[in-house]
């Protein structure tokens, strides 16, 4: 009994010396702080949309415990800032804390409302916070810059509920946040940039024109929709400079800080649903969705659904794009680093790609087992139903088919419908070291029925594969094996370049990569 009452009072006697220590025994600033930056730079937000989190670390580098008796935002209560003073939020802060050789964390936030600053499109916000004052007053800044936007999103209700798109019908239809875009709303040009909340639906028999130069943003969860008898025409241009890519049309996220460059599933996907027609992309750039393109159904012209040209894809969380009894015609397309297929076609359609790269280095998420380029003439929806489509074509020609998988090309046949597929002129990832594929005349490289020219499991030699620069050098396995008569319907390479005679395999052009 007498060692736990006197437990207790040594407990109690720690506690009573903590908490007088507190009280007492700091002294105040002597403006001597130390900080881990003297600017803080938020990176690009858009008005009215919060930034990422920032963080300052403050160092307190004497022998004795002090406290800051005022650490505040320059512009005081009525700043866009927003600050958290190690575990406490607020603009204004009084009696802060820090150990001797210690430090503290501050975390930095944003929102700017734009429409408060009309004059400008794109501007610099910024303020300071201050530690102490007077004589011992010592300040870091705090810097972002705040990009003007066309928003679009759904309507909300006087009932408080939200506008939503229908999709399917009867028993399998579902609601999803969405909203259809007025006739206004169906010319997207390069004078500001757009951000989508939710999918933004073509209206039936509308065309969506984007200009070049346009830069179209989602936030989560959001995308396009082309619905029965609509069209997007995503038309840029050759940049003069594909560094700056000021012609070119993108489609990304609303995120623009550099932790969100390559990050897949940040938004949804371009969705063309079935009776939709006549889509056009050109000098387009696909990045960090969960599906590029999703394609259902073709409209049984002779015409493709889906041109793609110069088109380039990245970053998608699942594939790059779905096409299911799809009609697509491409040519100088680049598909790199999906969580899944690159390009999956299903269930038959018709589909040609020339001079096209697709390339799966992706590390994000689990293993994948998905091969870059899938093609079949079935889809199986559960284990006992199984749904077939003639698959009338599949040609890729002078093509890159490659990634970080042993076999990155595979076909699933199914005897109920045709299946024509062709791979020319090519290089192709396909190895087989345990024979396990050795009596499939599907996968028979010398078979001129399906396969002509190829060259097989040659290394590439991109010139990034983490940062999509699928450039090939002099040395790569697709240099010189094109067939010129199809380079004849491609004669410059996505960059704007003059094919070689022998070309090259892929959407570009081989080069000399410059020293690092």
Known sequence: MKKLSYS????LVVIFWSSCRNDFETVPSSGKLEFSKDTVYLDTVFSNIGSSTYKLKVYNRSKED???PLVKLGQGESSFYRLNVDGVAGKVFHDVEILAKDSIFIFIETTVDIQNFPDNLTFLYTDVIEFDSGSNLQTVNLVT??????FLYPDRYENGTTETLVIGEGEDAYEIYGFFLDPSELHFTNEKPYVIYGYAAIPP?????IDPGARIHFHEASGIIAANGSSIKSIGALSSDMELL????IFQGDRLEPFYENRPGQWGMIWLTTGSTGHEFNYTTIKNSVVGIIMDSNDGTNTPNLSLKNTQIYNTALSGIISRTGFIDGENVVVGNSGRELLSLTLGGRYNFRHSTFANYSTFGPFRSEPAVYVSNYLQVSESEIFTADLVEANFDNCI???SNQREFIVGKNDMAAMNFSVNHSLVRFEDPQG???DDPLFDFSNPEYYQNIVLNQNPYFFSTENNQYNISHD?????????AVTQQVPLDITGQLRGNPSDAGAYESIIFPEQ
């Open 401 to 403: 088919i490659f990634g």
């Open 145 to 150: 810059l705040v990009q003007d936007a066309v």
């Open 246 to 249: 000021e012609n070119e049309i």
């Open 66 to 68: 002090i406290h800051i």
């Open 8 to 11: 207790i009072f040594l407990l």
């Open 436 to 438: 396990n594929f050795e």
């Open 476 to 484: 790569s396995g697709a240099n010189g094996i094109g067939n010129q």
């Open 205 to 209: 028999n509308q065309t969506l024109t």
